[in-house]
């Protein structure tokens, strides 16, 4: 009796520690590691996703920026942009109140101008009418009035056509 | 000869409580097999949504930087364009400033602006009174540099004051 009750003692010891070793090997050696592996690939998936709604939420806070700014500036864009030829400035010239519009080139993208006008008014009005006109006209320190007429100003006066980089006046 | 009838019991080999417990650590080991089958078999899973997230982000990281380039270019040419119309607004104001201050009693027959100054041409019943409002408005932009006048007929130069650098 006493024999077997040793050897229950001794069967019940070597069995806990040999759980114990059992569920401790197979924690350490292969549900930690595949665990540790698995958070930090989800953990870098979630900062993943973190990331990419800012920068979605910064790329539409833009986007309504470049929006906003496209309905104000596209025209001008399109001025930088649009073919510079004299025929189509005389035509302008015209439209914005000049008489007789002689144009002549002075060198890249400059231009001498000679017209008639009614007043130094109608005159004045033109040069505001250039923030409208299809290219970006500058106007150059030169400007000469002759009284020809009553009512009859030739005015001759200096503008640069500035155009977007890489682009040249047709007939240059 | 003497019969027992009490039946001899074999003492069993494991003890009922070690049983149950050898059962229960298979079961927590099977347990800890299916986990990790589980954590390998989704890691392969997160790390395909990880290289797909990744795309993404570079993706809209490059779209980000193109919408701020166009949104630097349109900033760049508005900019370009207040600039140009307050230059010819300003060229032209400098000449409107110099008509503005011709009397009534003149008529301009010639008036030439330039850079360097302007040149005035005309009739005027007092040409004294022309130069001395003329260089007194003027006065710190613009020098009187030459003067003619014959029967009302006058031609006067201005030149611009430079400024001390």
Known sequence: MKAYRYRAATETTLSLFLVLVLLGGAAVWGVLPAWEQWSQRQVRSQQLAIDINRLQQRYDALYETKAALENRTGMLAERLDNPFDETTLAQWMRS??????????????????????????????????????PWFLSLEPFVEMHAVAPQRLKIRFRLAVLQAVGRTDRGE | MAYSFIELRKKP???????????GTAVVLVLMGVSVLFFRFDAQTVAAQ????????????????????????????????????????????????????????????????????????????DVKQLEQKFATALSGRYRLASSRASHGRFTMTFRTVKERS
């Open chain 1, 96 to 133: 914005a109140g000049a008489e007789e519009p002689r144009i002549v080139r002075e060198g890249a993208g400059r231009f001498e101008i000679e017209a008639v006008f009614k007043s130094p008014a109608d005159f004045f009005k033109l040069i505001t009418a250039l923030d409208d006109a």
């Open chain 2, 13 to 23: 080999l494991w003890p009922k409580g070690l049983e149950r417990l050898w059962i």
């Open chain 2, 50 to 125: 990880i290289e797909r997230r990744q795309a993404e982000k570079a993706t809209l990281a490059a779209q980000l930087e193109q919408l701020r380039a166009s949104i630097a270019s349109m900033k760049d040419v508005a900019s370009f364009a207040r600039k140009v119309a307050t230059g010819n607004e300003l060229s032209a104001d400098r000449w409107g400033d110099l008509l503005d201050l011709v009397p009534d009693d003149t008529v301009l027959e010639r008036f030439e602006w330039r850079k360097d100054g302007f040149v005035m041409q005309g009739t005027t019943s």
